[in-house]
């Protein structure tokens, strides 16, 4: 995979979408059952069923196989918003692809593609995969950005933090405006689109 040449993508985010899940463990070269369908996003990398009990302040997801690709449940992935991905449930999850898919690619009618490579989605969706989603947001900084979430504990700490926003006066919730303060695009449709800061260039 060349995420790598996505920039601002974080390390475990690149991991993620290049590691080789299914494969044998190399910590545990002679167990049975090594195959590696667990990733940690704090260690940056793919365990397997003896890595496990992990550190539990470390956050783990456990990778699925479907369609012969990899995905991951969209409940487990707490690091990045999954908003536009295109979703499959599986066995009454949420999840969605970690990389591109490779066939059916490029419909050159499709009225509906996906925003990076091109595959034909259902309608309300932007990106066939996470994949997909890290390389168009990272085409534009900010917009990679706004889709990463830091930890649970950086984001208590820096919740309490972002009071000190330059905006005086209104509250987030005026009625009458158009623009959600969320950048995540709350209806996925709209994400595309220009954001069109109406007044204030952050978000
Ligand atoms: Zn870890
Ligand atoms: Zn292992
Ligand atoms: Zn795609």
Redo the contacts with the bound molecule.
């Keep these: 995979m060349q995420s790598s040449a996505v920039r601002g993508t974080p390390q475990w985010l690149r991991g993620l979408l290049s590691e080789e899940f299914f494969d044998a463990?190399?910590?545990?070269p002679a167990?049975r059952k090594?195959d590696?369908n667990h990733f940690c996003a704090d260690c940056a990398a793919a365990?397997?069923?003896?890595?496990l009990p992990h550190d539990p302040s470390h956050n783990v997801l456990q990778i699925w196989k479907y369609a012969s690709c990899f995905v991951v449940r969209v409940d487990d992935l707490k690091l990045f918003d999954c908003t536009g991905i295109q979703s499959h449930t599986v066995s009454d999850h949420e999840v969605v692809f970690l990389n591109e898919r490779t066939a059916r690619k490029r419909s050159a009618c499709a009225e509906n593609p996906c925003a990076a490579c091109a595959r034909p989605l259902s309608s309300g969706h932007d990106y066939c995969s996470l994949f997909c989603k890290v390389k168009h947001l990272g085409e534009s900084e900010r917009g990679l950005r706004c889709a990463l979430r830091v930890n649970r504990k950086a984001a208590a700490a820096g919740e309490e933090a972002a009071g000190s926003e330059p905006q005086n006066g209104k509250r987030p919730r005026a009625s009458s405006s158009k623009a959600g303060p969320s950048c995540g695009g709350s209806s996925g449709k709209r994400s595309r689109k220009q954001l069109a800061p109406a007044r204030s260039p952050f978000c």
């Design positions: 463990c190399a910590v545990h167990e090594n590696k365990l397997c069923r003896h890595c």
